[in-house]
DNA sequence: ATATAATTGAAAATGATTTTCAATATCACT
DNA sequence: AGTGATATTGAAAATCATTTTCAATTATAT
């Protein structure tokens, strides 16, 4: 379960285990849909009703700093997240269930390499998000 | 000159030719960098003092409408907007002076055919974007 | 020249995020 | 288990980006 290995990395990090933090990762960690901060606090205080608002932008923060979650970049906005694969992965998007999907991209490093050969430009990083329908909603 | 077709482009489609208009084109339609919407009201004041902010949205919205300018995801935000390219066409952004330059991204096509093929995802769109240094920066 | 309707800038409203702060809760050390 | 230092909390206020409202102005077809 991602909840206590995430609970486990807060800590082992220096940060306290606290009611507030376990609500926003129990929401999270296990989500294959983006969140966003109001959305991940509605849901939360269901299970943690003295959540504030504040403290899942605190807490996102923290995730996003360990590397477990990522912001997703959509049409409508930029403010959700979605929990970070391992290593360098891209994102897949449903557009009818909002359903995400990792997937891995290492085919691209040729593609970026050419790139790299016509434009001049040292290529350090890449985003690349796909969107789509997934299996369900196709 | 861009600025020109634009202008024209902005009539073309039932728009009228305005003072605020004119100078928010005049800044961004030959621009090498991404802009905010603040960027592009401080710079074309200069030309324009009487311009207002919410013009400057107004008309950038307009502008991507009409496809003229696309937004700019950057990992300090997600504001910035520079001229689209003709087509489908991808980001390459210095991290260093912002310089941006466009590519074409025809090539990926077989790439997000495997893609599709392994997550029984349809794709219809994706976004690329492309972060290093430019030849003169590097 | 004039009339009409689009456009303007200022101000207010909204929405997202951050900061401030006093109260509370966690955890290391007994 | 109890205690103290300090990290963390939620509420309220502050900030920043964007949108809406509105009366005044201006572009353009006639």
Redesign the interface.
């Given at each position: 379960m991602a909840v206590n290995n995430w609970l486990a990395l807060l800590q082992e990090n220096g940060y306290r285990l606290t009611g507030a933090r376990r609500a926003v990762v129990e929401i999270i960690a296990d989500s294959h849909r983006a969140l966003t901060p109001v959305e991940v606090y509605d849901a939360a205080r269901e299970q943690y009703p003295a959540l504030g608002l504040v403290s899942v932008y605190r807490t996102l923060e923290k995730l996003e700093e360990l590397g477990l979650i990522q912001r997703v970049?959509q049409p409508q906005g930029?403010q959700a997240f979605i929990k970070a694969g391992k290593g360098h992965q891209h994102l897949?998007l449903?557009?009818k269930c909002g359903r995400t999907?990792l997937?891995d991209g290492d085919?691209?490093d040729q593609?970026?390499k050419?790139?790299?050969r016509?434009?001049?430009?040292?290529?350090?990083?890449?985003?690349?998000?796909?969107?789509?329908?997934?299996?369900n909603c196709?």
């Open positions: 970049h930029c897949l449903c557009s999907t997937f085919d691209l593609f970026i050419s790139v790299a016509k434009t001049g430009y040292q290529i350090n990083e890449h985003w690349l998000q796909l969107f789509g329908l997934c299996e196709k």
